[in-house]
């Protein structure tokens, strides 16, 4: 049982990093193509506007990567895999299909 939850924690953190890196890359592309009023988060727009669109996309991705990474660390990966579906349903899934047009 223990080695099944662990592939399961294991499985849903390398999820969640795949998920967050394919947002920042797509939301990079996203701005540089139609530019920052296209960013839909506030937090997010302001530190794109603050540090630019790549210092701002790898500092909040590895708030991200680090704030799962705690979640993992307190085996709360049923939180880990709920967040990796709504960031691939808000955000990856809706950047992919605009950056496909």
Known sequence: MRDRHAWFGN????????????????????????????????????????????????????LAALCAATLHMWSRHRTIGVLTILYVAVAVWPWARLLSQ
Do not use: H, S
């Open 11 to 62: 499985g849903v953190l390398v999820l969640f990093l795949l998920a967050q890196a394919c947002d920042g890359a797509l939301t990079y592309v996203g701005i540089r193509r139609y530019g920052l009023d296209i960013e839909a988060n506030p937090i997010v727009a302001w530190y794109i506007a603050a540090l630019g669109v790549g210092t701002a996309m790898i500092a909040t991705k590895t």
